[in-house]
């Protein structure tokens, strides 16, 4: 009899353990599938603001010396509480944004006579950087192989002219630019994080890991995919897209890092408030960028890592960079 209570009592245990990973992996699933792409009022996960979560804040590694030189030296530091966004700012929540301001993108002004006498009228369009697969490269020191400036592409039209926003209100808004993504937040009463917030959100509370969710870089979801939307296979050329999605993927379709944060590996490139310091480029004008995004190929890029950085540039947009904000309590008086 107690053999079976035993018994009994575990499979029950089992059950619940089964009904809660079941019943979160369906939540995640309504969140990337039937997300309108802009957070309910009420902030389920906890925080002040809708759709961001809290972070206590406090001492942790960051940086890493086992991959590129730019991420090192791994250093520790403090950063004081914050709230961040559970996901990256979508279409739905940048379009009412953009409907309630009348603001324009960078992409979408023109360039300016003054600051380039030397392009004519139809050269100063404005535009965009749009991915494409080549057929072929030679060599992998010239990236516009696989990114064509294209006149016409903008956060509205993320593949360029005939593109359009039609069923992506829940994927990442890219080809953001430093000021849009500052103009966004300021307009939401937020603010754009710092390297260091935004690496200590990504970590998860994971010391010193080399990913979100560990160290183990092929680890897989619950259905055998892979736990962020990057790019399987040889980059340019084929995206064998075994993460079920080519270019950006809803907000929320992967697994939720330890403070249930969503796609801080991969997606989209994430803007930081954060100026990217490099010697050799003694003109500045670059912004940091974290978490990589969906065209990070193991044999090219390798950077939907937390302490993975990029620069990028502030005078342009990419199709595969976006962001995500923070807000800050005031200090009390
Ligand atoms: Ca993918
Ligand atoms: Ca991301």
């Given at each position: 009899m107690r053999k079976r209570l035993a018994a009994l009592s575990l499979m029950?245990?089992?059950?619940?353990?089964?009904?809660?990973?079941?019943?979160?992996?369906?939540?995640?699933?309504?969140?990337?599938?039937?997300?309108?792409?802009?957070?309910?009022?009420?902030?389920?996960?906890?925080?002040?603001?809708?759709g961001m979560v809290a972070m206590r804040g406090g001492r942790f590694l960051m940086g890493s010396e086992r991959f590129y030189p730019e991420e090192s030296p791994r250093r520790s530091v403090e950063v004081a509480p914050f709230h961040i966004q559970?996901?990256?700012?979508?279409?739905?929540?940048f379009a009412a944004f953009a409907n309630s301001t009348g603001y324009r993108t960078v992409a979408e002004r023109p360039l300016d006579s003054k600051q380039f006498p030397q392009l004519g009228e139809a050269q100063r369009r404005p535009g965009s950087l749009v991915f494409h697969e080549p057929t072929q490269v030679k060599g992998m020191a010239d990236i516009s192989q696989w990114w064509t400036w294209t006149p016409g592409a903008s956060w509205r039209a993320p593949g360029g002219?005939?593109?359009?926003?039609?069923?992506?209100?829940?994927?990442?808004?890219?080809?953001?630019?430093?000021?849009?993504?500052?103009?966004?937040?300021?307009?939401a009463g937020q603010d754009l994080p710092t390297e260091t917030?935004?690496?200590?959100?990504?970590?998860g509370g994971l010391e010193d890991a080399d990913y979100t969710w560990g160290d183990d870089k092929n680890r897989r979801d619950d259905k055998g995919k892979p736990m962020a939307n990057h790019w399987q296979g040889p980059f340019p050329l084929k995206d064998m897209a075994e993460d079920g999605h080519h270019g950006t993927a809803p907000v929320g379709c992967f697994p939720a890092?330890?403070?249930?944060?969503?796609?801080?590996?991969?997606?989209?490139?994430?803007?930081?408030?954060?100026?990217?310091?490099?010697?050799?480029n003694p003109y500045g004008g670059m912004k940091v960028a974290k978490g990589g995004s969906?065209?990070?190929?193991?044999?090219?890029?390798?950077?939907?890592?937390?302490?993975?950085r990029t620069p990028h540039g502030i005078d342009t947009g990419m199709q595969h960079v976006g962001f995500r904000t923070v807000w800050r309590a005031p200090a009390r008086p």
């Open positions: 029950l245990t089992l059950g619940a353990a089964l009904a809660a990973s079941v019943a979160k992996a369906e939540s995640a699933l309504r969140l990337c599938q039937a997300y309108s792409g802009r957070p309910a009022p009420a902030n389920q996960a906890g925080g002040i603001q809708p559970r996901h990256e700012v979508t279409n739905a929540q002219p005939g593109s359009s926003l039609r069923g992506r209100a829940n994927h990442p808004v890219v080809h953001i630019a430093f000021d849009d993504a500052v103009a966004y937040a300021r307009w917030e935004w690496e200590y959100a990504a970590r890092n330890g403070y249930g944060l969503f796609d801080m590996a991969g997606n989209a490139w994430e803007l930081t408030k954060d100026d990217y310091l490099d010697p050799r969906f065209l990070c190929s193991d044999d090219f890029c390798g950077r939907y890592r937390p302490a993975a």
